[in-house]
């Protein structure tokens, strides 16, 4: 239990909250261009008043309204990316890994931690699309798998927030087989009969997708959401025409059968209690 | 007639002159063949000199050769044609992409599965290239399972240029069922084995790859994307293919020692398309040197282990 002796080391509680947002006074809707104060945007859970439209936000403010009283212990907060490969592509990955850091204030695209959601005790994994466009790599994948293993430990549920372009393509094959640990770790925690809830959100797509995203007791989903396995762009090529209208949404995954249910964000954490406890009593 | 890729015209012109003086030779009556002799020995030299020195993209362009043996040829060689192929995912159709079924080797019954390319165009296409639905792995998973059941081991040939990325593959939820694979295969009691005889590409090749053993073939490549594909999105262009090639470490050699694989299997001199009869025999005799090793294990000490060697993969720092 090597890990775990580190892992206890590396646990904090922040005591200061960063927002990924800049602090401007004021928020235009991507979708519809509804002008609101920062504030209020932020008091609807940075979704539109108007069109509900959900906008991409962070693991800490995932947090934010998941936690109670956004009171949370994070695990491993500061494990970065080694650069197995020395790769190189118009940039060096250590040189990307090093100004993503700066720039983002996060040390990986993933964030994971522990604390209650309506009183009950869970892990959250949540990752950041800002981190290499969310990309999986060796620290998403063993945050992940300590996190499954934390709860585990600890008999919580896990709930997995996904956004991600998926496998990040600077660690190759490594990046490849966090698919395949992550999941390895799945079957540990279906095991022992720990629920697993995976939300997608907007995007969730390549591998991360082929992997733990779509392997949760239930699989529940943000509206409007880009999901699925191919890029739309990809898939467009391949089929040499336009896709259809509303192709890779949310409503559309969840009409094929891959999702359980959607959820609008104002309701996400009493949705997730609300299941949590008809699985337990 | 024999397809050369452009490294080795050496070999291509050794090869013309040596059906040539086999022809001469034949014509005239001649006794003497010692010129014949040695247009073959300098045949294996030059190949043996080109294959050592081969670049990772051109391990690559080796891995997609026309002439390699597939998935099937595999089968049938190894099983000596005691093999039943059975087909479909018992939902939406039968995948010619992914194919599979029982076949023995020297007695003891196997469970094959593999993604399968066409010989030729008409096949290419028929066989969708390689590129598997998500019945196909739904097939795969299917087969796996029925495995399980009557306790046979399994072995997966991987050779695919990715998942194909279509808009049916996405209403039937491709990013699941290769999901759904790799999970189940966490979960399998019977001993698995994987070789990728060709190209390894990313989430399609990883949807039947989770093994007790991975192996390689000596010239085939794994990994998270193409080189192509690779070079079009990190470099904005198709020109960096070679360079991506190597930027990725996809080569069995450079596999094997990031410890992500478990072994390569040697190619005959010249690359497997030059030599099918080789190419099975060394493959059958790994896979049942494998077997012999992996059945002495008990089932749950195998899915431990399997559950241990992916946990473990992966280059991180635990910073402060
Ligand atoms: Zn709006």
């Not at chain 1, 809707?29 to 069109?51: D, F, G, I, P, Q």
């Not at chain 2, 059945?295 to 473990?312: A, C, D, H, Q, W």
Request: charged content about 25%.
């Amino acid at each position: 239990m090597g890990w775990f002796k580190r892992m206890t080391e590396g646990i904090r509680t922040p005591t200061t909250e960063k927002k990924e947002t800049p602090e401007g006074l004021w928020y235009k809707c991507r979708s519809c261009n509804h002008v609101v104060s920062s504030e209020e945007h932020a008091n609807s859970l940075w979704v539109c008043e108007k069109c509900a439209y959900h906008e991409r936000i962070s693991s800490l403010q995932y947090f934010q309204v998941l936690f109670d009283n956004n009171r949370y212990t994070e695990i491993n907060p500061h494990m970065i990316s080694g650069d197995p490969l020395s790769f190189e592509d118009t940039k060096k990955y250590a040189d990307r890994l090093q100004a993503s850091i700066r720039k983002t204030g996060l040390h990986d695209a993933v964030r994971t931690a522990a604390g209650n959601v309506n009183r009950k005790k869970v892990v959250v994994a949540c990752m950041d699309f800002q981190f290499i466009g969310g990309s999986m790599g060796s620290v998403v994948g063993e945050k992940i798998a300590r996190a499954i293993d934390y709860a585990i430990e600890h008999n919580s549920p896990f709930i997995l927030i996904s956004k991600s372009g998926g496998a990040r393509m600077m660690e190759a094959a490594f990046s490849l087989m966090q698919m395949a640990k992550t999941s390895a770790k799945l079957t540990q925690l279906s095991e022992k009969k720990i629920p697993y809830i995976s939300m997608l959100t907007d995007p969730t797509t390549g591998g991360v997708t082929a992997s733990f995203a779509m392997l949760g007791d239930v699989n529940i989903a943000e509206p409007g959401a880009l999901i699925g396995f191919a890029g739309p762009r990809v898939v467009k090529e391949t089929i040499g025409k336009e896709l259809p209208e509303g192709f890779q949404t949310s409503e559309f995954v969840l009409e094929h059968g891959f999702l359980d249910f959607i959820v609008d964000r104002k309701n996400l954490k009493e949705r997730i209690g609300q299941f949590l406890s008809l699985i337990k009593n | 007639m024999a397809v050369y890729l452009e490294f080795e015209k050496p070999i291509q012109e050794l090869q013309e002159q040596l059906e040539n003086q086999k022809q001469v030779k034949e014509k005239s009556k001649l006794k003497s063949d010692d010129s014949i002799k040695e247009l073959e020995q300098r045949l294996i030299e030059t190949k043996k000199e080109i294959y050592a020195g081969l670049s990772p993209w051109q391990k690559v362009q080796v891995s997609r050769h026309p002439e390699r043996p597939y998935t099937l040829a595999y089968i049938n060689a190894i099983t000596g044609g005691d093999f039943i192929e059975l087909h479909g995912d018992r939902g939406v159709r039968d995948d010619k992409a992914m194919v599979g079924g029982f076949g023995s080797i020297d007695g003891k019954t196997f469970m094959f599965v593999g993604q399968q390319k066409g010989i030729n165009t008409k096949m290419r296409q028929y066989r969708n290239f390689g590129m598997a639905n998500p019945e196909g792995y739904r097939k795969a998973l299917r087969l796996f399972r029925l495995a399980e059941k009557f306790n046979k081991p399994i072995v997966c040939f991987i050779d695919t240029p990715g998942a194909f990325p279509g808009l049916e593959a996405e209403e039937r939820g491709q990013g699941e069922a290769i999901a759904r694979n790799i999970y189940e295969m966490f979960n399998l009691k019977v001993p698995v084995i994987a070789i990728v005889i060709g190209e390894g590409a990313s989430g399609g090749a990883l949807g039947i790859g989770v093994a007790d053993k991975v192996l390689m073939m000596e010239y085939t490549w794994y990994s998270v994307i193409s080189p192509e594909s690779c070079s079009s999105i990190l470099w904005r262009s198709w020109d960096y293919k070679e360079i991506a090639a190597d930027a990725l470490k996809l080569t069995s050699d450079n596999m094997l020692g990031n410890g992500l694989i478990d072994g390569i299997i040697k190619e005959p001199i010249g690359g497997a398309h030059s030599n099918h009869v080789e190419a099975f025999e060394s493959v059958k005799a790994e896979i049942i040197k494998q077997y012999d090793s992996l059945k002495r294990l008990k089932p749950e000490v195998r899915v431990n282990n399997r559950i241990e060697k992916y946990s473990s993969m992966g280059v991180f720092v635990e910073g402060d």
